[in-house]
């Protein structure tokens, strides 16, 4: 079984940046359809970034356009997100997701997810 473990969450100023990274165990995430989502105190989980399986496409939710950037490194069964200029609105536990299968990669129905990572953005 794949197992994901995410890191680097951290609290950061409004203006910030900070790098997630989600390591996988076992196998690369070059055959899987990555992707990253949060949930706020209070909120639904909601989409965040996502990446195909073949890595040549990308997307992400009109929130962090332009300020986020995922990216997976198959070599070091790792992806990453990227996040610049962090808002307060950003705060909330990050989660990592993959899943072998062709899934949309928007939603919320991937096999594998990590146990999340607390960010917080101060004003």
């Known amino acids: 079984q794949v197992q994901l473990a995410e890191s680097g969450g951290g609290l950061v100023q409004a203006g910030g940046s900070l790098r997630l990274s989600c390591a996988a165990s076992g196998r690369t995430f070059g055959s899987y359809t990555s992707g990253w989502f949060r949930q706020a105190p209070g909120k639904e989980r909601q989409f965040v970034a996502a990446?195909?399986?073949?890595?040549?496409?990308?997307y992400y939710a009109d929130s962090v356009k332009g300020r986020f950037t995922i990216s997976r490194d198959s070599a070091k069964n790792t992806m990453y997100l990227q996040m610049n200029n962090l808002k307060p609105e950003d705060t909330a536990v990050y989660y990592c997701?993959?899943?072998?299968?062709?899934?949309?990669?928007?939603?919320?129905?991937?096999?594998?997810w990590g146990q999340g990572t607390q960010v917080t953005v101060s004003s």
């Open positions: 990446i195909s399986r073949s890595g040549g496409s990308t």
């Open positions: 997701a993959a899943d072998p299968r062709y899934v949309p990669p928007l939603k919320e129905d991937y096999n594998y």
